[in-house]
């Protein structure tokens, strides 16, 4: 098997680019996870320091639901790939 190499310099360390790629997206993945747990926190940390005040609750209300909005985008974005990747690219 031959190896994949970025413009004939540098070893990408990969054996194809689908590896590569497999790479990439669950590096984002993993990445993408831990932001939506900050921004989970980040959003209970709004609504104790709200403190009633209606304003800062709908504030928090809205940092949590885009938090999780952004984690069902991430855990969907995968398949969309994989699906692009086998229909219209060909990769296997």
Known sequence: MESF???GITRAGFDDIAEF???VVNFATSA?????VIAVIIAG????FSRGDEDK??????????ALVGLVL???????????????????
Not at 32 to 36: E, G, K, N, Q
Not at 45 to 48: D, S
């Open 45 to 48: 940390f709004k609504y104790i």
């Open 57 to 66: 609750v709908k504030e928090a209300t809205k940092t949590l639901v885009f």
């Open 74 to 92: 991430v855990f969907i974005a995968p398949i969309i790939v994989k699906f692009v990747l086998d229909n219209f690219i060909g990769f296997k």
């Open 5 to 7: 190499f970025i413009d």
């Open 21 to 23: 790629i497999k790479y």
């Open 32 to 36: 993408s996870v831990i932001l939506v």
